[in-house]
């Protein structure tokens, strides 16, 4: 199970910080990422990360704006929103997964193949 926590509301232009923390995995290394899903869209990835120490991947959208960064605990992560814009409402999901022979090798994580995932927590940029 994955925990999120860390949404809510805020204008155009301030931050956000999420949480979550994926604690049932055993392993020393696994794939975390951060998704999104705005009303009548699909779901997106927004950030990814290699847990002990591997890379970061963020799509063009994001790039610059939001960083995924590891926390003290086991395989916790954090989401860095800043410069929000009302386009970036949604509801944001963590997400996990154990990596695969791609992920292992390069020490990055795309955005499939994740198997467990939180509750989802809403995110609300006004203008």
């Known amino acids: 199970q994955l925990e999120e926590s860390g949404g809510g509301s805020v204008q155009a232009g301030g931050s956000l910080t999420l949480s979550c923390t994926a604690s049932?995995?055993?392993?020393?290394?696994?794939?975390m990422g951060w998704f999104r899903q705005a009303p009548g869209k699909e779901r997106d990835g927004v950030a990814t990360?290699?847990?002990?120490?591997?890379?970061?991947h963020y799509p063009d959208s994001v790039k610059g704006r939001f960083t995924i960064s590891e926390g003290t605990a086991k395989h916790s992560a954090f989401l860095r929103m800043n410069s929000l814009n009302p386009e970036d409402t949604a509801v944001y999901y963590c997400a996990a997964h154990s990596p695969g022979i791609w992920d292992v090798s390069t020490k990055t994580c795309g955005f499939k193949g994740y198997t467990d995932w939180g509750q989802g927590t809403q995110v609300t940029v006004s203008s």
């Open positions: 990360i290699y847990t002990g120490g591997g890379s970061s």
């Open positions: 049932t995995y055993t392993r020393s290394n696994i794939c």
